[in-house]
């Protein structure tokens, strides 16, 4: 990663830019083998404070695909988060890249829209109990979901990164994260 990162530093701006516009415009969310770790690493560290510049300036970058995709710039959601409003848990999910957030139904996968109670089992942790994954059955995604009915003072993002074990405990039984967060996992 650093010799990676000290290569582009001295690389010149044509270098440069082509990573930063290929990230930008090639779905850079959706297909993460598009890009060497490192290299999607850095893009997405580099450009994540400015998508999240544009996404509160009110700027739209993309037209979403799918309403299980942000709106602002069309990336995947990186979590989703339940909040508690008048006694009822309310699911948003939170873009991988710009940080917006919207409401989605909290039993829909936000991968192919599976809506069958049935076909979506939730696994919580016991050592994280406001960490869980919702899974699905017809896809084989997952996301995982902060729960801020059980802890107030989570922060989605960076719980999300935190709880590593769970991702390695979903691709151990078969599961595939809906898209990787900054560490690439
Ligand atoms: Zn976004
Ligand atoms: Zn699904």
Redesign the pocket.
Known sequence: MRDRASNLAAANAVEQTHLLTRFWNDGFAQDSTALAPADRFIALAFLQPYAEWLAQSGHSTSAAMRHATCSICASEPICAVLRDQDHVARRSLVCSLCMNEWTFPRVV??????DRFE??PVFTPQEIPHVRIDA??????YIKTIDMTKDGLAVPIVDELAAVSLDLWAADNGYQKLTPNLAGV
């Open positions: 996968c936000p991968a192919c829209g599976e076909s979506l699905c059955e017809s896809c084989h995604h």
